[in-house]
Nanobody, 124 residues
Framework: QLQLVESGGGLVQPGKSLKLSCTASGFTLDYYAIGWFRQAPGKEREGVFCINNSGDDTNYDVSVKGRFAISRDNAKNTVYLQMNSLNPEDTAVYYC?????????????????WGQGTQVTVSS
């Protein structure tokens, strides 16, 4: 069974950091682009970052540029989202997904396999 599983979410104070993990089971991440998305209460799901199979990243949300970074460790079959300088507007459920192709698409509808999400809450 092909699965993506997110972990690392939680409650954090403004200004602090969290590192999310997206681990694949049932398939090898090496060949595929992986994207991170988030959905805040009452809002649509939005793209955050994507990393292609070569390790190049694509930013979908300018509000996280310079604060978030995406990386991958193919040996661990895992993609990470390092989130720094968190603020309450970053509160959301964070999801990872793959379009089952090497490069990051600009059409986010191309992502067709999703994890179950992990909650990130930024609050004092």
């Amino acid at each position: 069974q092909l699965q993506l599983v997110e972990s690392g979410g939680g409650l954090v104070q403004p200004g602090k950091s969290l590192k999310l993990s997206c681990t694949a089971s049932g398939f090898t991440l090496d060949y595929y682009a992986i994207g991170w998305f988030r959905q805040a209460p009452g809002k649509e799901r939005e793209g955050v970052f994507c990393i292609n199979n070569s390790g190049d990243d694509t930013n979908y949300d300018v509000s996280v540029k310079g604060r978030f970074a995406i990386s991958r460790d193919n040996a661990k079959n895992t993609v990470y989202l390092q989130m720094n300088s968190l603020n309450p507007e970053d509160t959301a459920v964070y999801y990872c997904a793959t379009p089952h192709r090497r490069n990051c698409p600009w059409d986010l509808a191309d992502f067709d396999s999703w994890g179950q999400g992990t909650q990130v809450t930024v609050s004092s």
